[in-house]
């Protein structure tokens, strides 16, 4: 263990000005603007894992945006660990609520502070420095590969089908996944599950062009009016959506599955002050844990149309938009979900408007079982650089590919995420603490030996 720390302090200041450098680029995926950062950030990242003694890297193309893959293949008979990143992250919108550039990396306060910090920049890099380790000290006890992608933020579009066409490639025994949080640095955990995902554009659209809303208003369906209302419709007073079939396939825990994750420690007025909120809320009949961990959700994402520049413009809109997503529990279908949506919401038209729903994104929810050897090895690892043992947990938020890839590999997926929920990913100021990227170097390393027996 000393070793071990004595490798990440002697190299702490390598370590950062190289993801600094990952950091610096923009790899913003759902934008054009930034389709050559995604080029520049994907063959970083093959410097690095070739640095850190891959015996192979390369960029691979896609439909979309380039993956990154890496191997040391040390003995074909001994398990093979495939590690899971992305290098693509959330746009910088809004720019104006950062305390600096998003795209400028600073340690402030014991934290880096940049978009990708966490999600997944940092993250990912943590498994690149522990490969390091394991390399230089010709320590490492089994195969690994990497599996660098640039499209997770906008559902991972392209990496089904490369992932069918490269089977052989990906072969492995398990994914290896740093991409979620953790309760807090004094309780650690381990995710055992997260929620899939439906993401959906809606378009309500009235007149043919906006019209003088004294001349009409009070006559004709104003399209912002009516999609608040159909919005409001989707979720009743209960907490519940309201779409036909929505909660069909969704399998309520037993009471003794709903105790165990009730363990986590959970302080609900920190939970209300550290987001600034005065009250909670949410599906009836369960707890905040619960409603962010085992049941599914509707939230509007994003809503537009109209005049909303400075000054008065008093016009009924031709049209309004939102963007809704679902948190989805294993056992629900995103694709059928989406088409009951789409159905549900049509459905919801009055007279005088049309109503079209796009599809973006989604993918599959998944679990992983405590029992395994994978996620023991994981705990014992962690339990030893926190000094306690880490709590099982279930993640809200959403990796569609990786119930995916599951199916296609034969491989289950292990959480093994050290966020907080301080570094505010996808929002300004996202940030990652230097002692949890520290800590989740000593704990890889020491995940590699457990699982392996070394």
């Known amino acids: 263990m000393s070793e071990i720390k004595d490798f990440i302090n002697k190299n702490s200041q390598r370590f950062l000005d190289e993801l600094f450098t990952l950091l610096r680029i923009p790899s913003v995926s759902s934008q054009q603007e930034h389709k050559e950062d995604m080029q520049r950030c994907a063959r970083q990242y093959v410097v690095s894992l070739i640095e850190a003694g891959a015996d192979r890297a390369e960029i691979h193309s896609t439909k979309g945006h380039p993956v990154v893959y890496a191997e040391k293949i040390i003995d074909s008979r001994k398990p093979t660990v495939l590690v899971y990143g992305h290098y693509d992250v959330q746009p910088e919108d809004p720019i104006g609520l950062w305390k600096t550039p998003p795209f400028e990396p600073e340690v402030r306060d014991g934290a880096i502070y940049a978009r990708g910090a966490n999600d997944d920049k940092g993250q990912s890099f943590m498994h690149i420095k522990a490969f390091e380790y394991l390399v230089s000290r010709d320590e490492l006890p089994c195969n690994v590969k990497f599996l660098i992608e640039g499209e997770e933020e906008i559902g991972s579009p392209s990496l089904g089908e490369w992932a069918r066409q490269n089977k052989e490639l990906l072969a492995c025994d398990m994914i290896l996944v740093s991409d979620t949080t953790m309760i807090s640095e004094e309780v650690p955990s381990i995710n055992t599950g997260m929620r899939g995902l439906a993401y959906l554009e809606v378009k309500v659209t009235g007149p043919d062009k906006d019209l003088h809303s004294g001349h009409y208003g009070g006559a004709i369906a104003n399209p912002i009016n009516v999609l608040c209302g159909m919005i409001a419709g989707l979720i009743d007073n209960k907490g519940r959506i309201t779409i036909k079939g929505f909660y069909d396939d969704v399998v309520e825990l037993s009471p003794e599955d709903r105790a165990l994750l009730a363990l986590a420690p959970f302080n609900l007025e920190h939970y209300k002050k550290s987001i600034g909120i005065n009250g909670i809320t949410g599906e009836e009949g369960y707890s905040t844990l619960e409603r962010i961990g085992i049941r599914p959700c509707l939230d509007v994402n994003g809503i537009w149309g109209g005049y909303t ?19 989805l529990v294993p056992n629900q279908d995103h694709k059928k979900i989406a088409r009951l949506f789409a159905e549900h919401f049509t459905s919801m038209a009055p007279a005088g408007v049309s109503v079209e729903v796009t599809e973006h994104h989604g993918g599959q929810g998944f679990l992983a079982p405590i029992s395994s050897p994978m996620y023991q090895a994981a705990a014992k690892a962690v339990g030893q650089v926190y000094g306690i043992l ?22 289950s997926p292990l959480l093994m995420g050290f966020g907080l929920e301080r570094d505010t990913i996808h929002s300004p100021n996202e940030s990652y603490l230097l002692s949890q990227f520290h800590k989740g170097v ?13």
């Open 309 to 327: 520049g400075e000054g008065a413009k008093t016009v009924i809109p031709s049209f309004a938009r939102a963007k809704i997503s679902m948190r």
């Open 390 to 411: 880490p709590v099982p947990s279930r993640g809200g938020g959403s990796i569609p590919v990786l119930a995916e890839l599951e199916g296609i590999l034969g491989a």
């Open 442 to 454: 000593e704990s890889i390393i020491l995940f590699y030996k457990y699982y392996t027996g070394a």
